[in-house]
């Protein structure tokens, strides 16, 4: 349709005064984004207006009233200038910087951290011979004076050096395997990996259906009842939580009979236990926008989500975060208070066989890693649609610090299967980084492909949320814009992007050259000690002919 017809149907749709507002502001982001089409901007503009007319805020009895009007969520920010005298302070483009700023200044961080950790795993990369020296003449600790912690090193030190041992039988017994042995343990691995894909997708399916039953079903009606309207709120976070403790039990089952060595049954379990966590999140995040970007009619089209159910779709993606980071602290607050010192009181004065059997709850590290992990990603994601998220998950930690800290002196017991601190670090640094990549993903879809809703947030006047800094640059100066314009073309990507191909093949080269060189001196080191058994030999023969 033209020009004349549009303004015809949105004359109908919305007052007057209305549609005059929003020609004027259409025309004026046409002057600052000479790419938007007039007709685009006036159905947003109408859409804005419908959405503004709708149920917002959306129905939530937990979430409605101050927590959803307040500085929590998205749409809060509904204001586009500040003014500080003559500075003016604009709020949508603060709001999209700030996202970029921390999302840069953490995965800087963790890639520095990480590098660190990688140079550290390969100056640690040694062979077992050099290993056992290490760990029978200069693994002890000399500044150990408490008895208990002397007891906790030696039978640190007593497992690696079973684990080594374990790990040089399980590689004779692979290297003495018939042909028919490596068909039946590829075959039995083939299977129970097929038997982990079937229960990542059941936890996946059972996401996807409830997140969508919750979706669907949630009400504002108060003849419902609030424990019933709580339990559909809350249904994804409870299934996501099931599927979190239930997955890593099967997968600690059915490593068992792999037949891997200890060392890569840890790291296995590990891989799958961060995956299916992680993974949770981004099938939540799948459904939720599957239900944003559904549309049925053409005003759904037109605003290019579904405004009717969502409104202001920022802050129900807020909402499930807000309610994963929440329902997460009461899993491990729960679980600490009210299992683990039961536990201890059980084990300690019952003199029943089961409870004796049962025993202490052992401190896993790996695994409490992983849920802080876990709770950052949530983080990370969530803090463009619920800004204070950070400040909750800094209290939700600090508490669940100094819980962990009860519960480790008071009811658990050191680990029987410690994990090497050499290379947990690298690791757990690696799976944060995945996390942070998880976490991109969807903000980045959501700030350049999901419109921005109108009904509420800083970008209502913008089609999406990135289109802020396009804004932005068009009204800098020509000079600078020129400038910025031919940085982001492609006479100034190639060249950059082979530039970038040359430092890093230097540093490929260099990184060879110096293994060469480490390579060389372990050659050097080999001789030398050589020498000096054969002159030790030369000397003990010389004093026996004297």
């Not at 002397?150 to 399980?170: C, F, G, I, P």
């Not at 089609?463 to 009204?475: C, M």
């Not at 390579?519 to 030398?528: C, K």
């Amino acid at each position: 349709r033209n020009i004349d017809e549009e303004s015809c149907f949105l004359r109908s749709a919305v007052s007057p005064s209305n549609f005059r507002k929003a020609e004027r502001a259409a025309v004026c982001h046409l002057s600052g984004a000479h790419q938007i089409s007039l007709t685009v901007i006036l159905g947003l503009f109408a859409c804005r207006i419908v959405c503004s007319n709708s149920a917002f805020p959306s129905c939530s009895n937990l979430l409605q009233g101050f927590l959803e009007k307040t500085s929590l969520f998205y749409g809060y920010y509904t204001v586009d200038t500040v003014y500080f005298g003559t500075v003016r302070y604009r709020v949508p483009l603060a709001y999209l910087l700030t996202t970029l700023a921390y999302l840069s200044l953490s995965l800087l961080w963790i890639v520095k951290r990480s590098v660190e950790g990688f140079k550290q795993s390969l100056v640690r990369n040694e062979d077992q011979f050099q290993s056992y020296c290490n760990k029978i003449f200069a693994g002890w600790d000399f500044c150990i004076t408490d008895v208990n912690a002397a007891r906790l090193k030696h039978s640190s030190l007593q497992y690696e050096l079973k684990t080594d041992l374990e790990e040089e039988r399980l590689r004779q017994r692979v290297a003495e395997r018939t042909t028919q042995e490596k068909v039946r343990i590829y075959c039995l691995r083939i299977f129970l990996n097929l038997i982990v894909l079937a229960v990542l997708s059941a936890c996946f399916y059972a996401i996807y259906r409830a997140t969508v039953y919750s979706q669907e079903n949630i009400s504002c009606d108060k003849k419902i009842k609030l424990e019933d309207n709580l339990w559909i709120q809350y249904l994804p976070s409870i299934v996501i939580t099931m599927a979190n403790f239930i997955a890593p039990l099967i997968f600690s089952v059915l490593i068992k009979l792999e037949d891997y060595s200890p060392a890569f049954e840890i790291r296995l379990t590990l891989m799958r236990c961060v995956f299916v966590r992680l993974a949770n999140i981004g099938v939540l995040l799948f459904s939720l926008w599957t239900r944003i970007t559904f549309c049925v009619d053409q005003k759904c089209q037109a605003c290019g989500y579904n405004y009717k159910l969502y409104p202001c779709w920022e802050s129900r993606v807020g909402q499930e975060m807000y309610k994963l980071m929440i329902f997460d602290f009461i899993i491990i607050f729960a679980v600490t208070v009210f299992v683990d010192f039961p536990r201890k009181l059980l084990v300690t004065h019952c003199s029943w066989k089961a409870c004796r059997w049962c025993g202490l709850q052992e401190f896993d590290i790996p695994n409490n890693v992983l849920e802080m992990v876990y709770g950052q990603t949530i983080c990370w994601i969530g803090t463009f649609y619920c800004p204070l998220l950070p400040a909750i998950a800094t209290i939700k930690y600090f508490i669940i610090f100094y819980v962990k800290k009860i519960s480790l002196m008071h009811t658990c017991k050191p680990s029987s299967r410690p994990f090497r601190a050499s290379s947990s670090n690298f690791f757990f640094l690696v799976v944060l980084l995945i996390g942070l990549i998880l976490a991109f993903i969807p903000l980045g879809l959501s700030m350049t492909h999901i419109r921005s809703s109108k009904a509420c947030g800083p970008f209502v006047y913008f089609t999406h949320s990135w289109d802020v800094i396009a804004y932005t640059i068009n009204r800098f100066p020509d000079v600078l814009k020129k400038v910025l314009n031919s940085m982001a073309s492609e006479a100034f990507a190639v060249p950059f992007f082979m530039v970038l191909c040359l430092i890093m093949f230097y540093f490929m080269a260099l990184a060879g050259a110096h293994k060469r060189v480490v390579n060389q001196l372990r050659e050097q080191l080999v001789m030398e000690s050589r020498d000096k058994l054969f002159l030790i030999r030369k000397l003990t023969e010389a004093q026996r002919l004297s």
